[in-house]
């Protein structure tokens, strides 16, 4: 028997399966349907950490004063006093700590930056305390993560020239701010030369920041931003700068040191841990209903099998082989995953939109994706080709494992026997 025919008949049995059927269908439908749910937030999950991260990144890291420690537990009172205190130490970064970062392997630039709060008057508005940066106009846009949406950035040569964020420019003076338009900062009049994607900073030359920022005078950096060559190298750079950093500053023992050094891959690579633990274990979770589908299958094919003894006979006795039945029925069991799986898929998708809909951020399919914040991760759902074609196979699969066994009990039945079975 051809398997065209073998299909047809397997196909011919599932249409005209009984209401039991359909009810083991439903199962691994819920089930496949909570696996891509899963796995397809899991993704936009993942997907919404590294954009974010992107945008600070994960090539950047970061140096700025003070570090911080946990004191541990201890006893007082005469009773048991527990908690974690935080002990905060701080010294100004300065020239010096550049010149020690410059000499670390693996860094390609290192760029020290100031930060302050200024009233800011756009049109006859002022906004107080706003975020003012000071940068290293022959560093900055080698080193910087932000992208332009129009004008440039800043350049040898500029003095009261500014960089805006897109918060700046459209919300936060009731009036869009454009290339040109004059700011006034401080007490000072600034030239809008750039603006940027995203974010409410505005960025100036650090000689004219130190000028105009309150906090921000002096030979001192709030921060140092380092730009690395190798991301996989990132953890011993990070060890190689504190190491350098700590004989500068003439720090002997860890427990005093008094500055930090942040590592948004290492920060990246703990949230991707965390998320694959979560999704393993709710997979996990979801595996059960699988199991519970297999089962619904393989006593589907087994009340099949008895249902349909006479016939099995009758196609034997018209010659039929044992592998043609043994065909008929394994196909027929796979028929029935397949078509859970396929229901899963759409009924999984639906929920991750539904999921994402509710947190506020869109669902993406094949090959798109959310916007969000890290608080908003799980908002976000990918649901990847892969992913499909993945639980599909594995729908078709759980099908005809759990009828393997039914579909040789039937191969296996005596032409004569079938025939005489009622």
Known sequence: MRLKKSFQLALNLLFHSKLRSWLTIIGIIIGMAAVVAIISISQGAEQQLQQRLGSLGADVLTITPGASRA?????????????????TTQKNLTSKDITAIKSVPNVEYVMGSVSGRADVSFSGKTSSNMNCQGVDISLW????????????????????????????????????????????????SFNVVGIVESGSSIYMPISVARNVLENAEGDFFSSISVKISDVNLANDTVNLITNRLMLSRGILQAKKQDFSVSNPAAF????QQTLGTMTLFLGAIAAISLLVGAIGIANTM????????????????IGARNKDVLSIFLLNSGLIGFIGGLGGVILGS????????????????????GSGGLGNLFGSSYVSPGLIIGVLLFSVAIGMIAGIIPAIRASKLSPVDALRYE
Request: aromatic content about 6%; hydrophobic content about 35%; proline content about 0%.
């Open 71 to 87: 004191s541990g537990i201890g006893f007082g009172g005469g009773g048991f006093g527990g908690g974690v205190s935080t002990v």
């Open 141 to 188: 846009k080698d080193i910087t993560t932000e992208t332009l949406t129009s004008g440039r950035f800043l350049t040898t040569g500029d003095s009261y020239a500014v960089v805006i964020g897109s918060n700046v420019a459209n919300s936060i003076f009731g009036k869009t701010i454009s290339l040109n338009d004059k700011l006034i900062i401080g007490g000072q």
């Open 268 to 271: 990246q690579q703990t949230i």
């Open 302 to 317: 087994f009340t099949s099998v008895l249902e349909r003894t006479n016939d099995i006979g009758i196609m034997k006795a």
């Open 350 to 369: 639906i929920a991750s939109t539904l999921v994402s809909s509710a947190a506020g951020i869109g669902t993406s399919v094949a090959g798109g994706r």
